[in-house]
């Protein structure tokens, strides 16, 4: 089954939001949607977000998912916001319980919040299957960028988040708390592992150096030809020294804070203090 997928370029975040219909009906899931965030005044928009509604509402289409690839540290999400104007039930992996855990000590959250998963209307393992309409869609998890990565197979379509990138640019970095370089690779061979004509949909693109235009859909035979940090049969023991060299580079993403706050959530702000005001914290020397 080949599912009709619209996407949306965030350009502030670089990432990509999907819509995704099933060819034989109205039904839709919407991967990795994006809450616009102002760090500088603390104020959320919804323009993005909007955008995918009307969308969603021009083509009167069924949203029956709102899945998440990860716990995403550049973005917030904006499930929350979708589902209650097109409604949808929310979705991830069940490592979110992992990410909870490290975060919600980072963050010196307490007791009262829930490190479960519960925020979320469904948790993911690997080989688990869900339904958009008619299409199936099979759920990898590909842990490595983040412990709750997920890949989501939806007929001849693979979304895989920050897992891979276009592959003049590579792959995710692994320097999170919970990531690793050596977990990445093998999730990667999984991905890898799919037809070669598979379409590969990707969370974020940079537009790497000498491309003019911005992209996000590849196939998996161009991921194992010309992947420029995994492909062409490149052995973990050199992915791993080459992302973790290029790791130690890195400046930690602009939004990191508040995303992992909301995200780890399920895209809900921290409850509100008596005067109904809400606040993001900022740990120190932390991350």
Same mark, same amino acid.
């Given at each position: 089954?080949?599912?009709?997928?619209?996407?949306f370029?965030?350009? @502030?975040t %670089?990432?990509?939001?999907?819509v995704?219909? #099933?060819p034989n009906? @109205?039904?839709?899931a919407v991967?990795d949607?994006?809450l616009?965030?102002?760090? /500088?005044?603390?104020?959320t928009?919804?323009?993005?977000?909007?955008?995918?509604? /009307?969308?969603?509402?021009a083509n009167e289409?069924?949203?029956?998912?709102?899945?998440?690839s990860?716990?995403?540290?550049d973005?917030?999400? /904006?499930?929350?916001?979708?589902q209650?104007?097109v409604?949808?039930?929310?979705?991830?992996?069940?490592?979110?319980?992992?990410?909870? #855990?490290?975060?919600?000590k980072?963050f %010196?959250?307490?007791?009262a919040?829930q490190r479960?998963?519960?925020?979320?209307d469904?948790?993911?393992?690997?080989g688990?299957s869900?339904?958009?309409g008619?299409? =199936?869609?099979d759920?990898?998890?590909?842990?490595g960028?983040?412990?709750?990565c997920?890949?989501f197979?939806?007929?001849?379509?693979a979304f895989?988040?920050?897992?891979l990138?276009?592959?003049?640019?590579?792959? @995710?970095r692994?320097d999170?708390?919970?990531?690793?370089s050596?977990?990445l690779? %093998?999730s990667i061979?999984?991905i890898l592992?799919?037809?070669?004509?598979?379409?590969?949909f990707?969370?974020?693109?940079?537009?790497?150096?000498? =491309?003019?235009?911005?992209?996000?859909e590849?196939?998996v035979g161009?991921?194992?030809?010309?992947n420029?940090h995994v492909g062409?049969?490149?052995s973990?023991?050199d992915?791993?020294?080459?992302r973790d060299? =290029?790791d130690a580079?890195l /400046?930690m993403? =602009?939004l990191?804070i508040?995303?992992?706050?909301?995200n780890?959530?399920?895209?809900?702000?921290?409850e509100?203090?008596?005067?109904g005001?809400v606040?993001?914290?900022?740990?120190? %020397?932390?991350?």
């Amino acid at each position: 089954m080949t599912p009709q997928v619209h996407a949306f370029f965030d350009q @502030a975040t %670089n990432t990509i939001s999907y819509v995704v219909k #099933d060819p034989n009906s @109205a039904s839709c899931a919407v991967i990795d949607s994006v809450l616009d965030f102002d760090y /500088a005044s603390g104020r959320t928009d919804t323009k993005s977000a909007d955008e995918v509604i /009307a969308y969603v509402k021009a083509n009167e289409l069924k949203v029956e998912w709102l899945l998440e690839s990860h716990v995403h540290a550049d973005h917030l999400s /904006a499930a929350p916001y979708i589902q209650e104007q097109v409604g949808g039930k929310i979705g991830i992996g069940d490592g979110i319980t992992v990410v909870q #855990d490290t975060f919600g000590k980072v963050f %010196n959250e307490g007791s009262a919040f829930q490190r479960d998963g519960s925020q979320f209307d469904r948790l993911f393992v690997d080989g688990d299957s869900l339904h958009i309409g008619q299409m =199936r869609a099979d759920v990898m998890h590909t842990p490595g960028h983040t412990p709750a990565c997920l890949t989501f197979v939806i007929g001849d379509a693979a979304f895989v988040g920050d897992t891979l990138f276009m592959p003049d640019f590579g792959t @995710a970095r692994c320097d999170f708390p919970g990531g690793s370089s050596q977990d990445l690779y %093998n999730s990667i061979q999984k991905i890898l592992a799919l037809p070669d004509e598979t379409r590969i949909f990707v969370g974020h693109d940079y537009k790497a150096p000498g =491309r003019d235009e911005f992209a996000w859909e590849t196939t998996v035979g161009a991921q194992k030809a010309a992947n420029v940090h995994v492909g062409a049969g490149c052995s973990q023991e050199d992915f791993v020294a080459l992302r973790d060299t =290029r790791d130690a580079t890195l /400046a930690m993403p =602009r939004l990191i804070i508040p995303s992992l706050q909301v995200n780890m959530r399920a895209g809900q702000m921290p409850e509100p203090d008596a005067e109904g005001d809400v606040f993001l914290k900022v740990p120190v %020397n932390k991350l």
